[in-house]
Structure formats: structure tokens, C-alpha cells
């Protein structure tokens, strides 16, 4: 697992390297760097599912920090997938505008142009459109921020349940201690009450012996 986990979380960090890269990518460039991160990110994922499995497989103790190292990875390259997705946004964005912007500079309007109107629906619907991506992002990092504090809150509740734990093993023990002492008490009031049982007979024996 430590292997795989090493390996996935250094595939992370070479397209976080590339994600640099995208802004200062050319028109002709940039549709073949945003497959190729693509790619990236599909075996990331690949490699996490596999990470999942090998997690669960972990003994008891380790199991825990096995699965939170695994959530991190998933949180980072989760995190990377919504910033591609944001890149390509704002760039099918910027290229509706200059072909927009192209299309009305082009256009020629005449005085007996019976249609002179710019078509404005599409673009509204396209806007809207991702208007409802990016709130559709938004909500995914929440949802991503929501499940790290998740485990970041189970990591401590852990950890107060094994503090907790000692704590018991700790009170039973000082409670065994003093039940031994116990019992180790009654046994030795129970010698000295048969001893004395003993001499009182004894001496009562003397008495009537050699008084009576």
C-alpha cells in the first residue's frame, strides 16, 4: 500500500505542476493539455479505488490513519477535477464571447434589413448554463470541505474514546488492587477470630479444670 499511496500522491503533485500551465497555454495547445490532465486524473482515481481496498485490509490499529491518508488523496485530486473544470468553463466562456463579438462586427445591417434583432436567447441559455456548473462546483467543494472536517472530527472523537478507554483500564485495575486487599483482609480477620475462638476454649477449659 505504501508503495501505491507514494506513487499516486507524486501523480498528484505533477498535475497540480501542470495546472500552472494552462493559462499561459495557447488556443491550439490548450485542448491537448486539458486531456492529457484528464487522463491524469482518471488513473488518480483509479490508483484510490485500489487505495480503498487496500485500507480496509489494514490491521485494526492502522486501519484508521490507512483510510484518513487515503480521504486526503481524494480530497486533493477531487479538489484538482473542480479546477479543470472551472479552466474549461471560463474558457468555452471566453471563445462564445470572441464569436460573438466576431459574428456582430462581421454583420451588415441594412435600412431594408427586415431582420435587424441579435439573437440573444442561446447566449442567455448558455450563461445560465454555467451559472449552474459553477454553482454545481461550489457545492461539490463544499461537500468535499464538509467530509474532511467529518473525518478531521472522527480522528479526534478517536482519539478521546482511546483516552477514555485507558482511563477505565486504569480505574479497574486501582479496583482490583483494592479487592485483593479486601479479600486479603477478610482472610486474615478470619484466622484472628478462629485463633481467638481457640484460646478463649482453652482457657475456659483451665479455669473449670483447675477451679471447678
Known amino acids: 500500500m505504501e508503495t501505491l499511496y507514494h506513487q499516486t500522491n507524486k501523480q498528484i503533485q505533477e498535475v497540480q505542476s501542470y495546472m500552472g500551465r494552462l493559462e499561459n497555454t495557447d488556443r491550439q495547445s490548450v485542448h491537448?493539455?486539458?486531456?492529457?490532465?484528464?487522463a491524469r486524473i482518471d488513473q488518480i482515481f483509479s490508483h484510490l479505488e485500489r487505495l480503498e481496498i487496500l485500507a480496509s485490509k489494514e490491521p485494526p490499529n492502522r486501519r484508521p490513519n490507512a483510510k484518513l491518508r487515503v480521504d486526503q488523496l481524494k480530497y486533493d485530486v477531487q479538489?484538482?477535477?473542480?479546477?479543470?473544470?472551472?479552466?474549461?468553463h471560463r474558457r468555452y466562456t471566453r471563445e462564445a464571447q470572441d464569436r460573438e463579438r466576431e459574428e456582430l462586427m462581421s454583420r451588415t445591417f441594412t435600412t431594408n434589413d427586415a431582420d435587424?434583432?441579435?439573437?440573444?436567447?442561446?447566449?442567455?441559455?448558455?450563461?445560465?448554463?454555467?451559472?449552474n456548473a459553477h454553482k454545481g462546483m461550489d457545492d461539490l467543494l463544499g461537500s468535499g470541505s464538509s467530509i474532511l472536517t467529518g473525518l478531521r472530527d472522527q480522528r479526534g472523537t478517536l482519539k478521546g474514546t482511546h483516552?477514555?478507554?485507558?482511563?477505565?483500564?486504569?480505574?479497574?485495575g486501582l479496583s482490583n488492587t483494592v479487592m485483593r486487599l479486601i479479600e486479603k483482609r477478610a482472610t486474615q480477620d478470619k484466622f484472628i477470630m478462629i485463633g481467638g475462638m481457640l484460646i478463649t476454649c482453652v482457657v475456659l477449659f483451665l479455669v473449670v479444670k483447675y477451679l471447678g
Request: hydrophobic share 40%.
Open 79 to 88: 479538489h484538482l477535477q473542480t479546477a479543470l473544470r472551472n479552466f474549461q
Open 32 to 38: 491537448l493539455l486539458e486531456n492529457e490532465l484528464q
Open 163 to 172: 483516552k477514555k478507554m485507558l482511563d477505565v483500564a486504569n480505574m479497574l
Open 116 to 131: 435587424t434583432s441579435i439573437p440573444i436567447d442561446e447566449t442567455l441559455q448558455f450563461n445560465t448554463n454555467l451559472n
